[in-house]
């Protein structure tokens, strides 16, 4: 069976989740919207799809799949809308910022029984699922202390910081999920953040933090430690370290080029990735393949929108911490 | 300008380009020939090409470029004909296991002003340009001593070897080309080759080595070793070291995946890649890009057809000198 | 001028500061005292010192400084014998597990003017004092968040842990005064701990943590995460990590062989040291240098008396912090 | 038992070897000799040893050992002597710079039954001494081709090199003993050699070389690449690297400050060990360590006079193969 998708946002993200539905023998991009009808017609003119409108999309006969790619306060009607379709539903992150929302939302999936799969990329880099592979194998023993240090190379554009819900909703939620994603559900317990503003005063004056810190507790004394900053001159720093009983496990960071020059001032490698399209670009595609592959075979989705909503329950914990002082208990 | 291709011969790595050309915005496969129908069919059908015979690609006033990827003993004549029908060239290395038969090949292409590139892929990889452009930037001085390593992570069929021409032909020439363009086109003075069957004993009967070392020494007492090995347990291991005067510059072995555990046995990361074709994606790509953009901008093609000849005549060296014990004086 | 020492504990840690006594051209080892004088006889003789008591020590004309290994419950007594009858001190921390005791004996200390070192090693680890200096250098920057991760390969004996003061006052204690030493003694504005009982429920039992995390806050919002476990079998991981606003420096891990074992399963390195001891025999051997060469030019002695006060202050309040679950505010 | 050793020659290694023989705790120096009385009379003083002549520790009663440290042309002269005196005997290398020299003095050991080791300190560094236990606990199966690269900061002085026997004899020597310990003493076949002088010309005046490449083939084809260069900018390269059948077993190189900087420019860390000796520090200790035990146990002392012999045949094969442009066959 081929799938046959339709694309809801022809912007940059939308570009590498068409190329990955392009590629994938198993699938077909059929349709593509976009308020802006010119860059549709560009992606469809590469795929060979239509420019269609979402009520088309919504209406289709031939259409199973929606990848929304919209701005983020469309994402939970379009979800609900394509849910009731009985379209499987793919949603880049956040399902949206408020948590009312979103839980609003994720129950009209379950009415629904739709299939929907959140945006979680990171939980497809191959170098991450290595490490959760070597959990799950044994490798490590029991999962005790989690280091996730996530580092921006710099802060993204003022506007989209002030429409972004903030570092934690925005930037530490993947993160969160990561979290939850190694240590295999297990519930958060409390959530204590610690946040500044060290990179740049107009992140602040825009009420947002740029330098944060976070520990999550679970239920059974395990401790997860996630290091944020808006800003790492060095590249893109993506690291994951699982400590277990038996030992540990850790996702090193990614450069473009590994190559060694060697001369009197030493050794030096060059800077790491400075983009997350080129860092998780393997991810990326791992993602679609999943979802495609659920589709198919009719498996449980993962992430799902549960996820997805767990994920901003625990960023709105860190900010409610930082604004308060104290650690926030969740269970 | 859109270049329009054909692809002659479409297997593995003929698959390799055509998806090459068909990612680039600045070409288009048009046709595709195979001595069968239904693999070109397969081509064709993906890329919206055509399935034409070699006679009708050499006549066709829609193609600009051939990439060959047949069988090595056509591709001399394949070379000839395409170069006097006008069409730029890209042909997989060899181009001939004859060093007089690739004479007479280069100097058809030389007579008809054709444009031919040979594939000599490794000049593509990332890492070994960064490199490359370490020792241009004057970063380690004066290029003195290189260091290069490749070793397959098994040997292949037999009836490979049989018609591959022998190790050094097939495996060493690669390294060849390297030093060739580390050393930017100094002259090779002598080479003195050591050879063995270590691996199995079969390569050995089928007339091959498995195990060969190479020095080359240039006109100016610069060294390279190149070490070749037809077997390494942990992936495909594939390694540069130049030292200069001022300093060293390295590529390191590349993995799928860059994790770490650690036990009390140690610290274990994973194997390196076990392909030359996933070792080297990016090289693969590069290298048609590379085409495409010289055949645009009518710049000079390189590695080219005399670089391909050159290559060969070290191995044609090397082996004289594992045969003859001696030392092989070239200039 | 030969700074002459005496030795207060043949114990241990004694032997390694008698052998940094002993080496160094401008000391030298005049008397040994201990408890059990066939201990002291032993260091005695091979350093061609003297067995005398602490009374003798304090009394005697031809003795300038004392270092204090003794057990932790006579530190602070000795420090304040021996600040009174002039010695230089160097005094194995802590100075006491009470925070009131070490007020009281510092305020000695201050009254008699006396010299007194702190044994906090680590200071003095080549690797850690090169993070450090590429801070003062400005490599890096400003420095916004410090990650230092501390554990060890196994826990100590039940007994040990009873006595020590808890996880906090004995092991945490050095990544306190390591924080304060990269932050160049910025205040702390407030403790954020947790802590769980991971890997010895008998560790529990003892009233005693195992695995803990701790968040500094600086009065300026920078961060610092100290993560501690008790066991690491892959040895003692002692990693300190700065970032800040042009860069980040780290401080890796120690192994005392450095082969790497490539085979069909990956690539495997020895584990890492598996015993302070050796991890920081350079410190050690650093730490007294310091202190000979600050009693002979009269610099300022670091870490001080102070410095060992402030790095309980900050162990209390994460125990107070765990206890209590709340950020406790120091400033 | 002690074992009390005679130093002979007070120079810079004098003082490395003292220093391991003052520590251990199973031998005792009871006696320097020096040219300059001066010197032997401040390691005397350093030790509590006394100044003797070369005739009165011959004569000695009271001495079981020497440590002969003077300048190569004395070497085998005094080797013979202390032979035939009975006393256990350290050399450094070489024994002598002509082969029929060394071989007399083998000889005289040969018949003495004395108990001779020759300063090959590399095959005690605890790096290379793991790679060999991994070649020997079969971790890489059977040996096939192994890197030696072996690099100084720097040349020696012009002076050195006029009396240093040239590069071969005095620099290429200890590989040649490291490719013979790590293939157990499987038989040499062949030497093919090739030299330049890249660094300093003046190196060539002097009528030495400089950078030097080596290929060593045993009588079973396995080959042995060695790459020295007097000038490595970024520290003291010294590296090691086995291929085997099963895997391959690496030994890196060693720096004394292991940070790493991150910036926008890359990653760095610092240079290597600028110097043999802070390089081989420990091997220097173990290698006298191994000698005071093998007397003290009796056991086969290695590396033997032999040893020494068989490395300065594989030295002498390489210069003339320089010379004569050819393959030196020996077996």
Same mark, same amino acid.
């Given at each position: 069976m081929t799938v046959n998708f339709a694309l809801l946002g022809a912007g940059r993200i939308g570009r590498v989740h068409a190329k990955a539905v392009g590629s994938n023998p198993d699938a077909k991009l059929v349709a593509v919207?976009?308020?802006?009808?010119?860059?549709?017609?560009?992606?469809?003119?590469?795929?060979g799809a239509e420019v269609r409108t979402i009520d088309e999309i919504e209406a289709a006969r031939d259409i199973h799949a929606v990848i929304i790619c919209t701005p983020t306060d469309t994402h939970a009607d379009l979800i609900e809308r394509f849910a009731r379709a009985g379209k499987a539903i793919f949603c880049e992150k956040p399902v949206d910022l408020d948590i009312a929302r979103v839980k609003a939302c994720i129950d009209v999936v379950k009415e629904t029984d739709a299939k929907l799969m959140v945006g979680f990329n990171r939980r497809f880099d191959p170098h991450f699922m290595a490490v959760k592979q070597a959990i799950d194998d044994g490798r490590i023993g029991k999962v005790e202390m989690i280091t996730i240090t996530s580092r921006d190379p710099g802060p993204p554009p003022l506007d989209y910081i002030s429409r972004s819900g903030g570092i934690f909703r925005d930037m530490t939620i993947h993160d969160f999920d990561m979290a939850r994603f190694l240590l295999d559900g297990e519930a958060i317990a409390s959530v204590s953040a610690h946040a500044a503003v060290l990179v740049d005063?107009?992140?602040? %004056?825009?009420?947002? @933090? +740029?330098?944060?810190?976070?520990?999550?507790?679970?239920?059974?004394?395990?401790?997860?430690?996630?290091?944020?900053?808006?800003? %790492?001159?060095?590249? @893109? +720093?993506?690291?994951?370290?699982?400590?277990?009983?038996?030992?540990?496990?850790?996702?090193?960071?990614?450069r473009p080029i590994s190559i060694e020059v060697a001369t009197a001032e030493g050794y030096t490698r060059p800077p790491l990735h400075d983009f997350f399209m080129t860092r998780y670009i393997e991810a990326y595609a791992n993602?679609?393949?999943?979802?495609?592959?659920a589709i198919e075979s009719g498996a449980l989705i993962s992430p799902s929108g549960e996820d997805g909503m767990l994920a901003l329950q625990l960023a709105d914990a860190a900010l409610e911490s930082v604004r308060t002082g104290r650690r926030i208990i969740l269970a």
């Open positions: 919207a976009d308020a802006f009808p010119a860059a549709a017609q560009s992606f469809a003119a590469q795929y005063p107009a992140i602040g %004056a825009a009420g947002d @933090y +740029d330098s944060v810190t976070v520990i999550l507790e679970t239920v059974t004394g395990r401790q997860v430690v996630i290091s944020n900053s808006r800003r %790492a001159t060095y590249g @893109y +720093d993506q690291r994951i370290e699982v400590h277990g009983s038996l030992g540990s496990a850790s996702a090193e960071n990614q993602e679609i393949a999943g979802f495609i592959a």
